[in-house]
């Protein structure tokens, strides 16, 4: 078993508050002139005070596929037998304030936020003595802090503007700006940096590397003048807004950041797209931050992202929880000489005692394969069983490179973004880089697909979208071509009419529904989908945060 670098999550209930468990006072002095009262005399107890922050988090790995990648074009959810449940729900574009998904993640996130706020107050006053030093104390806040910044950067994207809840006293409601919530980010964020180590062998740990990776990733999404309410009031129908003219300071920064990381020589490329993941890959030269995971029942919750993407080994015929949208996708990666076609769409899977899954028609359809546990003989080839002790990766050197180009794209620096990107190709491509994968120049359209073909299925997708401002036109556009989008696939009796030669061995039902569900993509999309609703609380009341988002 893996070392669990947490503490217990039973302390998430001693030391997280409430939701809202903060106020606005937004003084940085966490005594807040007040004589010390912190309880912490340990470095144990102050420990266990910034690891609490960690415990929401877990429990949010696989929470995130089932909204930015099932509210797009690429993916549908099957994760009930009734569609009305939460996860279609997303599927179809028809996410409310009562679906469990946004439910989860805001809250989650704040209740992160809230164990961070009191870790930074109390062990921020604790007296220093020769069980919790003077290095304990600003190691362990920079933690908090850092998780704080990064809760609040996810909030930022999912929600839009969000309240800020920067001490344990507050009950802040109102919502601030973008602006205000993104400075609160880079604050928190850079206020962590010094007394963090550069790096740690242990991805889940804050460093600086880790750091400077998310404020580039900040400054490239601030720099693109991330869309506010009033946009969002004014979508007419389906057109996408217009991308505005971006802030190329920021995205300066967002280069700078990233050089940062790159120039700091601790991560790479690994030479095989496929070590990336997997139990036995955890901490490889390319992670640079990841969600700890030991399983269900050890920690908060096991990273369900491998059971939701690759749903009942062995029960092809069973509907995945969460899958590909249509057979077309894998055609996404154009080239047969691309190795991340073969590791992120997977159509057959051989077990290690002999039986086989088709994923694809007339069976099932094309499953994600960056999850699947394989045995190391194969490329085809997986192991029985489905882990969810798998660290959850939230970012990873590849993407570094691709913030870098994407910033210096948009600056107008097209020759020095081609340079980037096919830094990246060229290991996708190996020893076919040459003739085929290297680019010889570099529009905004293979910008948009070199992201897509490098983190398919990790989480990416919506936000991509959301930050080009090109959500609306890809779901319009994408979805009506797909095969199982056509008329015969209407029904159960269509297809068999449709097809009567292997009527008998088709999974009509399933394509049936799936039919179902890419119809209601299209039918149901709408431009408040640039944002998710401020949902309820967990017990499913209102939790008072004023204005809803636009739409619902």
């Given amino acids: 078993m893996k070392k669990n670098v947490f503490f217990p999550t039973v302390l998430l209930a001693l030391f997280s508050t409430a939701l809202f468990s903060c106020s606005d006072d937004s003084n940085d002095d966490p005594s807040n002139g007040e004589e010390n009262t912190s309880s912490v005399k340990t470095r144990a107890e102050a420990e266990a005070l910034a690891n609490a922050v960690y415990g929401p988090l877990q429990t949010l790995s696989s929470s995130y596929t089932f909204l930015v990648e099932s509210a797009t074009e690429t993916t549908i959810s099957f994760e009930e037998v009734d569609d009305s449940k939460d996860g279609p729900q997303v599927s179809v574009f028809e996410t409310t304030p009562s679906n469990w998904y946004p439910i989860k993640v805001f809250n989650r996130l704040y209740k992160s936020i809230g164990a961070a706020n009191l870790a930074i107050e109390e062990i921020g006053t604790a007296t220093s003595n020769s069980n919790l030093t003077d290095a304990d104390k600003a190691l362990l806040v920079a933690r908090a802090k850092f998780v ?88 007419a129908g389906t057109t996408d807004p217009t991308k505005p003219a971006p802030d190329t300071e920021k995205l300066q920064k967002a280069v700078d950041y990233a050089n940062k990381v790159i120039n700091s020589g601790k991560y790479q490329l690994l030479d095989s797209y496929n070590s990336i993941w997997g139990v036995a890959n955890e901490n490889n030269a390319e992670v640079i931050f990841s969600i700890h995971h030991d399983g269900d029942g050890i920690d908060a919750q096991g990273n369900h992202q491998t059971h939701c993407g690759f749903t009942w080994p062995k029960s092809a015929r069973t509907d995945p929880h969460i899958s590909y949208a249509d057979i077309t996708l894998e055609n996404r990666i154009p080239s047969e000489y691309d190795t991340r076609k073969q590791f992120s769409y997977a159509t057959r899977v051989e077990y290690t005692d002999g039986v086989v899954d088709t994923l694809t028609w007339p069976v099932s359809i094309v499953r994600p394969g960056k999850w699947i546990h394989r ?9 029985d069983a489905q882990p969810n002790s798998i660290d959850h990766i939230d970012f990873r050197y590849a993407e570094v490179l691709l913030i870098k180009a994407e910033a210096l794209f948009f600056s107008n620096k097209a020759s020095e973004a081609l340079t980037v990107v096919n830094e990246v190709r060229k290991r996708a491509f190996g020893g076919h880089y040459e003739h085929g994968g290297k680019l010889s120049t570099l529009t905004k359209e293979d910008l948009y697909n070199e992201w897509d073909y490098e983190f398919a299925f990790e989480q990416k997708h919506w936000l991509n979208l959301v930050r080009w401002r090109t959500l609306l036109t890809q779901v319009k556009t994408t979805v009506p071509n797909y095969e199982y989008y056509k008329p015969e696939y209407k029904s159960a009796a269509t297809i068999k009419a449709a097809f009567p030669e292997i009527a008998n061995k088709i999974n009509a039902a399933f394509y049936a529904r799936v039919h179902t569900h890419l119809h209601a993509k299209v039918d149901n999309l709408n431009g408040k989908f640039y944002r998710f609703p401020i949902p309820l609380s967990e017990d499913y009341t209102n939790l008072g945060i004023t204005p809803q988002n636009p739409g619902y």
């Fill in 148 to 235: 704080r910044g990064y809760s609040y950067f996810q909030l930022v994207q999912l929600f839009g503007e969000v309240p800020l809840v920067l001490t344990s006293k507050s009950t802040e409601r109102t919502r601030a700006s973008i602006d205000v919530v993104y400075d609160q980010v880079v604050n928190d964020l850079t206020e962590a940096l010094p007394n963090l180590p550069a790096f740690d062998s242990n991805k889940s740990n804050p460093t600086q590397n880790a750091v400077n990776t998310i404020l580039a990733k900040v400054y490239l999404t601030w720099g693109q003048k991330p869309i506010t309410s009033a946009e969002i009031s004014a979508i």
């Fill in 375 to 383: 045995t190391t003989d194969g490329t085809y080839k997986a192991l």
